[in-house]
């Protein structure tokens, strides 16, 4: 079945650094859609993707749509404390349902 | 907020019991998706249902089912309780119309079999 890795499993960073993460499939995806968790809460979307190669920004946000299809990453830009949580991806392809990474776990020291 | 809300919050249950979990989806949206999410884990797809019909299913047993109503909320029910599905059950709405679809998720129920 398709399977979703994301990278890193967890990252410590300092408040006002930058953050990159990626998600890499097995299987081409035509949407790609990136979430926030905090404990205790349900996913709260966060940029949805649906063409190869797109680039799309959220406030400090910006995620892409990989070329290969295969593929797609997000950027923080200025990290803050409420940037921690644990982030996900999800991919789906034509008449298939989503399927999400494991997560980026993210921790934002002062 | 996503308009999406689940009901109850939190859920104690023994083993072999049932359980019946509900979600309300957001207006204007057909579809809602079950998600099983186990702790430390990403969500995993249990079924999705559009227009009251089931539209696709994960890998999971048939003790797993689930209806959608007419106004498009949903229940999820599951039986003879098993204790590794004590986890946290998400619900997502989206419209479903074409290749592009958005989820929502509801905050959960989180459930625990002992």
């Known amino acids: 079945g398709q399977q979703l890795n994301q990278s890193p499993q967890s990252m410590f960073i300092q408040e006002g650094e930058d953050v990159s993460m990626n998600c890499t499939s097995s299987s081409i995806f035509n949407t790609w859609l990136w979430y926030k968790q905090e404990p205790g809460e349900g996913p709260v979307l966060l940029i949805a993707?649906?063409?190869?190669?797109e680039l799309t920004s959220n406030g400090r946000l910006t995620a892409q749509f990989g070329i290969t299809r295969k593929d797609s990453f997000l950027n923080i830009s200025a990290s803050i404390p409420s940037d921690v949580g644990i982030y996900f991806c999800?991919?789906?392809?034509?008449?298939?349902?989503?399927?999400f990474g494991p997560g980026t776990r993210l921790s934002v020291l002062p | 907020e996503t308009g999406v809300t689940q009901s109850p919050t939190h859920l104690i249950k023994t083993r072999g019991q049932q359980v019946t979990l509900r979600c309300s989806s957001q207006s204007g949206h057909n579809t809602v998706s079950w998600y099983q999410q186990a702790l430390g884990q990403g969500p995993q797809f249990i079924f999705q249902y559009y227009r009251e019909e089931e539209n696709g299913r994960g890998n999971f047993p048939p003790r797993f089912s689930g209806l959608q109503f007419p106004n498009y909320s949903s229940e999820l029910n599951v039986n003879a309780l098993e204790l590794d599905d004590s986890a946290l059950y998400l619900c997502a709405s989206s419209f479903l119309a074409g290749v592009q679809e958005t989820q929502y998720f509801g905050p959960g129920t989180r459930l625990l079999v002992l």
């Open positions: 993707l649906y063409k190869a190669g």
């Open positions: 999800a991919g789906r392809d034509y008449g298939q349902n989503f399927v």
